[in-house]
T-cell receptor, first 114, second 115 residues
Framework: DTEVTQTPKHLVMGMTNKKSLKCEQH?????MYWYKQKAKKPPELMFV???????INESVPSRFSPECPNSSLLNLHLHALQPEDSALYLC?????????????FGDGTRLSIL | AQKITQTQPGMFVQEKEAVTLDCTYD???????LFWYKQPSSGEMIFLIY??????QNATEGRYSLNFQKARKSANLVISASQLGDSAMYFC????????????FGKGNQVVVIP
């Protein structure tokens, strides 16, 4: 079992739906990340939160909206997604954002857009 | 420009044998860190091992060791005594940039362990 918990594990949604992905960690980490991963490709960074503040947005379309309600939780709100957004979405956390400590990943949410 | 290079095609490894996964990197920063992650078909990314650029010794973690050759800019992962559960995609990654630092991932190496 991973120490970063992501829900749901699978999500199928239509292009007009609104849904949210959730990520939780209780390791006291102060940096949290969202990645998108297509099959047989490396993860692509989407967002970084450091001490609950958005510090990196990798030019992600506005149909993806991140939120960090507190130091343990990270959400990704989805609205009006496109079929090409179907992918594995990984959440990760690390002690801080200096990069000196490894990122710990959740199991991911497999998202399918109909 | 690609900063992490993993060029090996998919590999088949006999159970109980050792396997080496190649990783070369490119950076002008004297301070950097290299990570290896394992991703089974189930999807989770599992941290395996870390090597800092100033570390004097090669990192080891159980059956995993890192063959770090700084002058060649290579950080190869060695898995000893392969097990069936080692079948996975393996990613080499390097931290880069200013804080908050990103991880630059290589394209990955697919390993299949056969009995």
């Amino acid at each position: 079992d991973t120490e970063v918990t992501q829900t749901p594990k699978h999500l199928v949604m239509g292009m007009t739906n609104k849904k949210s992905l959730k990520c939780e960690q209780h390791m006291g980490h102060r940096a949290m990340y969202w990645y998108k991963q297509k099959a047989k490709k490396p993860p692509e960074l989407m967002f970084v939160y450091s001490y609950e503040k958005l510090s990196i947005n990798e030019s992600v379309p506005s149909r993806f909206s991140p939120e960090c309600p507190n130091s343990s939780l990270l959400n990704l709100h989805l609205h009006a997604l496109q079929p090409e957004d179907s992918a594995l979405y990984l959440c990760a956390s690390s002690q801080d954002s200096t990069g000196d400590q490894p990122q710990h990943f959740g199991d991911g949410t497999r998202l399918s857009i109909l | 420009a690609q900063k992490i290079t993993q060029t090996q095609p998919g590999m088949f490894v006999q159970e109980k044998e050792a396997v080496t996964l190649d990783c070369t990197y490119d950076t002008s920063d004297p301070s950097y860190g290299l990570f290896w992650y394992k991703q089974p078909s189930s999807g989770e990314m599992i941290f395996l091992i870390y090597q800092g650029s100033y570390d004097q010794q090669n990192a080891t973690e159980g059956r995993y060791s890192l063959n770090f050759q700084k002058a060649r800019k290579s950080a190869n992962l060695v898995i000893s005594a392969s097990q069936l559960g080692d079948s996975a995609m393996y990613f080499c990654a390097m931290r880069e940039g200013l804080t908050p630092r990103r991880l630059a991932f290589g394209k990955g190496n697919q390993v299949v362990v056969i009995p």
